[in-house]
């Protein structure tokens, strides 16, 4: 049957970490692990992940502008999308992604504060209307998650901003998922791992995903 299931959420919310639970889950729910992918954005295909390198580094000379950032995240998630997902998703398979569209919402428009029409405009010639199947938010007060982020070591173009950007970031996330509950769940990813696996575990559970395989 095919999903396209995303983990979005702050910096160190742990998404990578959130990946191989619903790759588990699916496993133990018959799914063959050749028909399971995983993505992350910005980046999965040869040419996003040239444009994630522009993305994130730091660079002296020359500060991106929002709008150039805005236009190449959605350059590499034309690629990814049409490239990888789509016929991924067409062909039965289960797409697990590390970051989508929501994340665009909430950095380039609550973080960056692009007003909401261009980033619909954009995301329209990019990848038209394609939503997750399932979108779960790994929850974490910004600076539990930028101590974790830090502990991993150097900090990309995105790290190094303030605190308030996250801020507004974290409550975007919260309000799309109040807006949209029936495809946009919550968990609390400050609880140790067992707690954050097994929350995981109950949302694919009480979702239709669990009726793959
Ligand atoms: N971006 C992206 C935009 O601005 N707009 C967009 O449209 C998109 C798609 C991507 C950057 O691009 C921005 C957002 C990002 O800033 P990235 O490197 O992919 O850059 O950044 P993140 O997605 O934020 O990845 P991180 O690795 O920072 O965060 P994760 O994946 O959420 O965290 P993870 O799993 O690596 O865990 C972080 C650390 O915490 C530990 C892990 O072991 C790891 O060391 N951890 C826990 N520790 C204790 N308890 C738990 N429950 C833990 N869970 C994880």
Aim: proline content about 3%.
């Amino acid at each position: 049957m095919g999903a396209f299931i995303v983990l979005e959420g702050g910096e160190g919310a742990g998404k990578s970490t959130a990946v191989a639970v619903i790759r588990d889950y699916l496993i133990s729910k018959g799914v063959a692990s050749e028909d399971i992918l995983e993505t992350r954005e910005p980046g999965g295909t040869e040419i996003a992940e040239k444009i994630r390198t522009i993305l994130k580094e730091k660079n002296p000379r020359e500060q991106l502008t929002s709008e150039a950032e805005l236009l190449l995240m959605y350059a590499a998630r034309a690629q990814l999308v049409h490239r990888v997902i789509i016929p991924a998703v067409a062909q039965g398979k289960f797409v697990i992604g590390d970051r989508h569209d929501l994340s665009t919402v909430a950095y380039q428009g609550a973080g960056r504060g692009l007003p909401m029409d261009k980033i619909d405009a954009v995301r329209d010639i990019a990848i038209g209307n394609l939503k997750p199947d399932l979108t779960i938010v790994m929850d974490i007060e910004p600076e539990a998650g930028m101590r974790r982020a830090r502990n991993r070591g150097d900090l990309d173009r995105f790290e190094v901003e303030n605190i308030e950007f996250f801020r507004r970031i974290r409550n975007c996330f919260l309000n799309e998922a109040a807006r949209h509950p029936d495809r946009i769940k919550v968990v609390d990813a400050g609880q140790d791992l067992e707690h954050v696996k097994q929350s995981i575990t109950d949302i694919l559970e009480s979702s239709c995903i669990c009726t793959a395989g």
